[in-house]
């Protein structure tokens, strides 16, 4: 096994991981121990890697496609759905979700790149109206964030949206943002099962159980809904709601298309879309509203390259500088710290060491964004790493936000073009100012979000 730090009979290490600072605590132990190392996290054994070589080195193998042993995911997912899926489940899943994306324009050569890009800046140009509304008083963008992008990604899951005040929208908000407090991947119910017959830990599973089977009867609603109505519509971006349904109606007895696999793709499309983007829009904000010189570059970039139109994803080869900003921000706060982590389903080797079959494969992506030997001065937040001696954007090995190999984020092109859309958009028509105290820290979570702060958003420039 790669070396490591001792840890006590069944709770191994988990007394010394920070809850509120999991990839702080283990990256800390990458000094101590080295680039790979081990630990027992309660009976679970857990190899961890922060060297971007041996990560790309082990995700590459069949054998690494498995999810880790975690009680509260798997305990929920039940290894449905794509995100905790293994096996012929998870290629199929998988190959439905890129074609689905692919027929939607959510891919670099998807045929609809022109009708998504129209419908993420509609969503965009709605939040600039928002916005408008709140013109040069101290607010927290967090609530329109969430709203607009809820909306893009409710339309893209479930092919409908919700007014901003609806009570089942709020509800369904509310169920996120808990359960994404509630399901980090180092909390020690994730491998301390008993520890569920304790109050506190009884009340998060009951919450995640209960809110889970109330999303998943609101999902079957609008999934009867819209079979009854699928005969007689098509929409040009189907939803992957209508998707599932109209593939299911093809082949009927498909292994994997019950509502049960159905009710956990939605809800790990909608959480994986929208947390990640999200958190990474929030972080973004943040930096850039605190570095007034970068945010007039940026402005004049997109006055320059976009005017008064609206913005268009062509755009993106003429605003490096923003391309920049966002990688920037994606490295300086990986929204998944610790990555989402991988299981062995047979004995692997890396960097010379054992890997057990049915360890945990910890990627460390804040080891590898945070390390001084591949980004200088990592804590500063200097977009310009990321341009060439041209100017021109460029990323390299060591810049892994959405992981790499056979499980790669299914889902990263469309990421990169809505908060490209969403951001162009926003800057083109609002100078952002953070005001009061600030914590760069953030909150771990299942990401890590940045804590509640205030900006003045302002017109002009
Ligand atoms: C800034 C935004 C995003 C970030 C940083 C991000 C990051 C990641 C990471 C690190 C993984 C784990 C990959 C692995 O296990 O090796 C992942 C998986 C995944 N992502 Fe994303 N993601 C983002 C946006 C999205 C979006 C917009 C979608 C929508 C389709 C999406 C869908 C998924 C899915 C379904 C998986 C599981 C893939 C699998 O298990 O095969 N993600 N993402």
Redesign the pocket.
């Known amino acids: 096994l790669p070396p490591g730090p001792w840890g006590l009979p069944v709770l191994g290490y988990l007394p010394w991981i920070d809850p509120k600072a999991p990839h702080l605590t283990l990256a800390g132990l990458a000094r101590r121990y080295g680039p790979t190392f081990s630990l027992s996290l309660g009976r679970v054994c857990a190899v961890v890697l922060t060297d971007p070589r041996s990560i790309r080195t082990l995700?590459a193998r069949e054998g690494a496609t498995g999810?880790a042993p975690l009680y509260v995911t798997h305990g929920i997912m039940h290894g449905y759905g794509?995100?905790c899926?293994e096996g012929a489940r998870?290629k199929d899943q998988?190959k439905f979700?890129h074609n689905w994306?692919r027929t939607i324009g959510?891919t670099k050569l998807g045929t609809q790149r022109r009708l998504m890009e129209r419908l993420i800046l509609q969503h965009a140009q709605e939040l600039v109206q928002h916005i408008d509304t709140v013109l040069n008083g101290a607010v927290d963008p967090l609530a329109a964030l969430r709203h607009h992008l809820g909306s893009l990604v409710n339309q893209l899951v479930f092919g409908r949206r919700y007014p901003r005040e609806d009570p089942q929208w709020a509800w369904l908000q509310q169920l996120q943002e808990e359960g994404c407090k509630l399901i980090g991947v180092a909390g020690p119910l994730n491998f301390l099962p008993f520890l569920r017959f304790l109050p506190t830990f009884r009340r998060t599973m009951t919450f995640l159980l209960e809110g889970q089977q109330q999303s998943h009867l609101h999902y079957q609603a609008l999934a009867n809904q819209m079979d009854a109505s699928l005969p007689h519509s098509a929409a040009p971006l189907p939803s992957l709601l209508e998707h599932f349904l109209r593939q299911r109606r093809l082949s009927p007895h498909h292994a994997f298309r019950c509502d049960r696999q159905m009710h956990h793709l939605l809800a790990?499309?909608f959480g994986?879309?929208l947390d990640?983007?999200l958190?990474?829009l929030r972080w973004f904000l943040l930096y850039v509203g605190l570095d007034q010189p970068l945010q007039r570059r940026l402005r004049a970039d997109i006055g320059a390259a976009v005017g008064q139109r609206a913005p268009s994803l062509d755009d993106a080869a003429a605003l490096p500088l923003l391309q920049a900003c966002v990688a920037e921000t994606?490295r300086i706060r990986s929204?998944?710290p610790l990555?989402?982590?991988?299981g062995a389903l047979e004995e692997l080797e890396v960097d010379g060491f054992r890997v057990p079959r049915g360890s945990l494969v910890l990627?460390l992506?804040w080891a590898v964004h945070m390390d001084p030997a591949r980004h200088a001065h990592p804590e500063t937040f200097e977009p310009r790493r990321f341009l060439d001696a041209e100017g021109r954007f460029r990323t390299g090995p060591d810049f892994?936000?959405?992981?790499?190999?056979k499980?790669?984020?299914?889902?990263?092109e469309?990421?990169r073009q809505?908060?490209f859309l969403f951001l162009a958009s926003l800057l083109q028509n609002f100078r952002v100012e953070v005001v009061g105290e600030v914590d760069l820290e953030g909150v771990a979570g299942i990401t890590l979000s940045p804590r509640p702060y205030q900006v003045v958003f302002r017109r002009g420039p």
């Open positions: 995700l999810r794509l995100i899926a998870w998988r979700v994306l959510g790990d499309i994986a879309s990640t983007t958190a990474t994606q929204v998944l990555g989402v982590p991988h990627l992506q892994l936000p959405f992981q790499t190999g499980r790669m984020c299914v889902g990263d469309l990421a809505i908060m």
